[in-house]
């Protein structure tokens, strides 16, 4: 078949090229390095003690702040000695930090707190510490047993339970990362498919290919070829974003349902397809690169916009507007894939949702070929939306549409 000759050359011309080299294999490293990196200083900063020498001058609270704050990030060390003498050991830097507990706390409610540097410092925990043991000595002083009171007004511990979830919420980490992989790579891909369109139609290289090939081979073929190089380039970033993800993150695979298995392909092949028949359609229209800038930015954002919801959604997946959304084809594919990790939807919807957008892209595609074989062969200037719609809807009879 021309069209699958015509994929096959495509897939090719952009495989053998130093930008997809470089983009494969480049960006996913840098980036599993930066992030690799992010969290594993992260986790070498929670997990590091951070010692406060503490002049306790009532000479009774160090040790019950001390048995409070065991077992936390802050470690504690009694210090004697007057106040200016250990100031100046802090400014030596024997030391980071000096809590000073004046013996007029009870009065006063307050300690002075002296550091070289309070990034890092859990000032939070160090306060609730030093309230409760306060709280405890001023109630012990009124004649009141601190143990009882603190039964009493112990707070309520509420357990979340999400009533018919498919899964944990790490479990969102999946389906969030191939929402993202589906915008990067119909970004970078769509990108290449329109600047290629433009590409040949400005050289006047598109006259030559439609006498040998109908528009709809050529079109449908230049996007099963980036589709296709654009699975492999994605194949590999996903890969290395859950090899290293998967070392600091509690995420598997093993967690998803089969409904996942089969729907999140469908759902990330059609998004692609649609998107990059919309790359295609909008690049046929354009005279140059810098007329389809706007046009193209407007695309770009349609596979974001459940990103930028997954606010709402996560709140609500089940929202009336959030299952409209859902089978609206340009927002389907990242909805579903939230959805599918947040809520057990229901059966019918999967099918129906994937039934939509499969005819869809099927529509855009036939529309796509009418506007590519009229605006392929126009020049001098870039067609309007109205023009495009126009050039699409026209009867194929009168296009001599062929294929």
Request: net charge neutral; hydrophobic share 55%; proline share 4%.
């Given at each position: ?7 096959k ?12 080299l ?14 690799g990196?992010?969290?594993l ?30 077992g936390?990030s802050?470690?504690?060390?009694e ?14 830097g024997?030391?980071d ?20 540097d309070?990034k ?9 510490a ?10 012990a ?16 511990q ?13 479990d ?5 990362g ?6 990067m ?10 600047y ?20 709809k ?8 070829g ?5 699975l ?27 409904m ?9 092949v ?18 140059d ?6 046009f193209?930015g407007l ?10 919801l ?14 409209i959304l ?6 389907t ?18 099918p129906a ?18 506007v ?25 009879k ?6």
């Amino acid at each position: 078949m021309k069209l699958l000759k015509v994929a096959k050359w495509e897939f090719m011309k952009v495989a053998r090229s130093k930008q997809f080299l470089v983009m494969t294999l480049l960006i996913p490293l840098l980036l599993g390095a930066v992030g690799g990196f992010s969290i594993l200083i992260q986790r070498l900063t929670e997990d590091h003690a951070q010692e406060i020498v503490v002049l306790d001058e009532t000479g009774a609270l160090y040790a019950e702040l001390s048995h409070r704050l065991a077992g936390t990030s802050l470690r504690l060390a009694e210090a004697s000695g007057d106040r200016e003498a250990l100031l100046e050991r802090l400014e030596a830097g024997e030391f980071d930090c000096l809590l000073i507990i004046g013996r007029d706390v009870h009065e006063t409610n307050a300690v002075s707190l002296y550091a070289r540097d309070l990034k890092g410092l859990k000032l939070d925990e160090l306060k609730e510490a030093l309230t409760e043991v306060l709280a405890a000595r001023r109630l012990a002083r009124a004649g009141y047993d601190p143990a009882k009171i603190a039964a009493l007004t112990e707070e309520v511990q509420i357990a979340p339970v999400l009533v018919g979830a498919e899964g944990a919420p790490g479990d969102l980490i999946i389906p969030l990362g191939l929402a993202m992989l589906l915008m990067m790579g119909t970004f970078f891909s769509g990108s290449m498919l329109f600047y290629s369109v433009i590409k040949e139609k400005t050289g006047r290289v598109v006259e030559i290919m439609l006498s040998s090939v109908s528009a709809k081979e050529l079109m449908m073929g230049k996007i099963l070829g980036y589709g296709a190089i654009s699975l492999v380039q994605i194949a590999v970033w996903g890969v290395v974003a859950y090899t290293v993800a998967s070392r600091y993150l509690e995420i598997s695979l093993a967690a998803l349902s089969w409904m996942q298995w089969v729907a999140y392909p469908l759902y990330f092949v059609l998004g692609y397809l649609l998107v990059a028949t919309l790359f295609a359609t909008m690049g046929a229209g354009m005279k140059d690169a810098q007329s389809g800038g706007q046009f193209q930015g407007l695309v770009a954002i349609l596979p974001m916009m459940p990103i930028m919801l997954i606010g709402p959604i996560l709140q609500g997946p089940d929202l009336p507007w959030v299952q409209i959304l859902s089978f609206v084809p340009f927002f389907t594919p990242g909805m579903m894939l939230l959805r599918l990790a947040l809520t057990q939807v229901a059966w019918w919807e999967v099918p129906a949702s994937l039934v939509i957008l499969a005819l869809f892209v099927y529509l855009l595609m036939r529309f796509a070929a009418k506007v590519f074989e009229v605006g392929m062969l126009m020049y001098g200037k870039s067609a309007t939306l109205k023009e495009l719609w126009r050039w699409g809807v026209r009867p194929s009879k009168e296009m001599g549409w062929r294929g």
